[in-house]
């Protein structure tokens, strides 16, 4: 009976296959566009620095008004340095009596007169002493504020007789020979702008004069609440008539946007809310994750995440997994 059941038993490897979902898919054609952008911006300086005493004291003087221009090395600022100069001098009189010791004390070591452990304890308090000058020095010349760059004064901070600590804002400098201008751009739209793209600004607060710019640099992180990118461009400004603050309107020229329209059901949405399509991948279903713009009267717009000739799914989409076998409906 054993043999018997043994010989009825038998091993079943058949294999079972999910069939393909059939599905509806319509190709991706890109629509390109030029048009010109208009955005709201603003002048900023290309370098603005606030300026400060690396040394603690009182302001004795200022020598900046708003609006000066000064010079590399031009001085802006005093602090009183009655007892800066007094420690100086205490370190430079150490210094002279650690030298004079120092040469007097050279001769008996030549001579072999001085045992060297008192050679080098000299030695070593010239070295201190002359650490200590240079130290005192250092303190002595901070007292006195230079500019670091050619530019203008764009604000005073402090005023003589006010006790300032090292680091707190005397003055603020900024270059204005060529000033940035900042918008912000639409997620949907940053895809078009390149860098070195030129921009025609207009400022309301010269009349509408206009100014000629070019992008500089172009954000990669949005903004969470806006979703909106920074793009920053340089604009020469040797006559000094564009100022930090001022408003301006920036145009975009020639800004090329390609983008694709899709039926309102081929569009569905994430967990976090973000919009997503299937695409026929060589008979497998793959997700892309795309950026959506305005809607029109064929579709929706897909501004980035596609390809021109995609295969988007159209039509039972809400059946299909990543990787799913697809059968095409023509």
């Known amino acids: 009976m054993c043999l018997a059941l043994v010989s009825c038993g038998g091993t079943d490897d ?4 999910s069939a393909p979902v059939k599905v509806k898919v319509e190709r991706a054609a890109a ?7 208009n955005y709201s911006g603003t002048v900023t300086a290309d370098n603005e620095t606030s300026v400060s005493f690396p040394v ?3 302001v004795k003087r200022i020598y900046a008004e708003v609006g000066q221009r000064v010079t590399e090395g031009q001085l802006l600022a005093e602090i009183d340095d009655t ?12 210094l002279a009596q650690a030298r004079d010791a120092h040469a007097r004390m050279q001769q008996l070591h030549e001579r072999g007169s001085l045992p060297e452990i008192q050679w080098v304890e000299v030695e070593s308090k010239l070295q201190q002493a002359e650490s200590m000058e240079r130290i005192a020095r250092k303190n002595l010349d901070d007292c006195r504020l230079t500019a670091p760059f050619n530019g203008v004064i764009a604000e ?7 006790n300032v600590l090292p680091g707190m804002t005397v003055v603020k400098l900024a270059t204005i020979d060529r000033v940035k201008v900042r918008i912000s751009v639409p997620e949907s739209e940053i895809s078009s702008i390149k860098q070195g793209c ?13 100014f000629t710019g070019r992008v500089v640099e172009k954000g990669v992180t949005a903004n969470p609440l806006s979703h909106a990118y920074e793009v920053k461009m340089t604009v020469n400004n040797q006559h000094g008539r564009l100022l930090p603050g001022m408003v301006t309107r920036v145009s975009l020229a020639d800004s090329t946007h390609t983008s694709f329209i899709l039926p309102a059901q081929a569009l569905l949405l994430g967990e976090k809310g973000s919009a997503f399509v299937w695409v026929n991948d060589n008979g497998t279903a793959a ?10 009267p064929d579709g929706i ?23 799913m076998r697809l059968e095409i409906i023509r």
Do not use: F, M, N
């Open 301 to 323: 717009t897909v501004a980035s995440g596609l390809a021109e000739g995609d295969e988007v799914i159209v039509e039972g989409q809400h059946k299909i997994s990543e990787g």
């Open 156 to 162: 005073r901070a402090a005023d003589p007789g006010q």
């Open 31 to 37: 629509v390109t566009k030029q048009s010109s952008e």
């Open 14 to 17: 058949t294999q079972y296959v």
């Open 198 to 210: 030129e921009a025609s600004i207009s400022v309301p607060a010269l009349g509408g004069e206009t």
């Open 83 to 94: 007892s800066i100069r007094s420690s100086y001098e205490a370190a430079a009189a150490t």
């Open 56 to 58: 603690a004291g009182t």
């Open 287 to 296: 997700r892309r994750t795309v950026v959506c713009g305005d809607p029109t």
